[in-house]
């Protein structure tokens, strides 16, 4: 089992910025693929920032000026910094990491998901 744990978001007012953390655990041999996606009431989750083992990233065009993902192998965690948010921010964001176990079978885990509320 590998778990995922979210912390940062919260509110903040348009222009303002936000770091989402997003933590691993469980039997991880090692961990391929992370990124950030996020979902509104109603709308299908969409893509927000991905980083592979090599630290290839890409970003939605909407937040490529202002959003910066990061990882760190040795704590197995990803961060997303937020800056100049906009109101069209708002969403819950959900960490993911694909990977191998320390069994060797594939896992792909999703985090419980952070609100994050952009005020104009």
């Known amino acids: 089992q590998v778990q995922l744990v979210e912390s940062g978001g919260g509110l903040v007012q348009a222009g303002g910025s936000l770091r989402l953390s997003c933590a691993a655990s469980?039997?991880?041999?090692?961990?391929?693929?992370m990124g950030w996606y996020r979902q509104v009431p109603g709308e299908q989750r969409e893509t927000v920032a991905t980083?592979?083992?090599?630290?290839?990233?890409t970003y939605a065009d909407s937040v490529k000026t202002r959003f910066t993902i990061s990882r760190d192998n040795g704590k197995k965690s990803v961060y997303l910094q937020m800056n100049n948010l906009k109101p069209e921010d708002t969403a819950v964001y959900y960490c993911?990491?694909?990977?191998?176990?320390?069994?060797?079978?594939?896992?792909?885990?999703w985090g419980q998901g952070t609100q994050v509320t952009v005020s104009s």
């Open positions: 469980g039997n991880i041999f090692s961990i391929d693929f």
């Open positions: 993911n990491a694909r990977g191998a176990t320390t069994s060797m079978t594939r896992f792909n885990s």
């Open positions: 980083v592979s083992s090599g630290r290839t990233t």
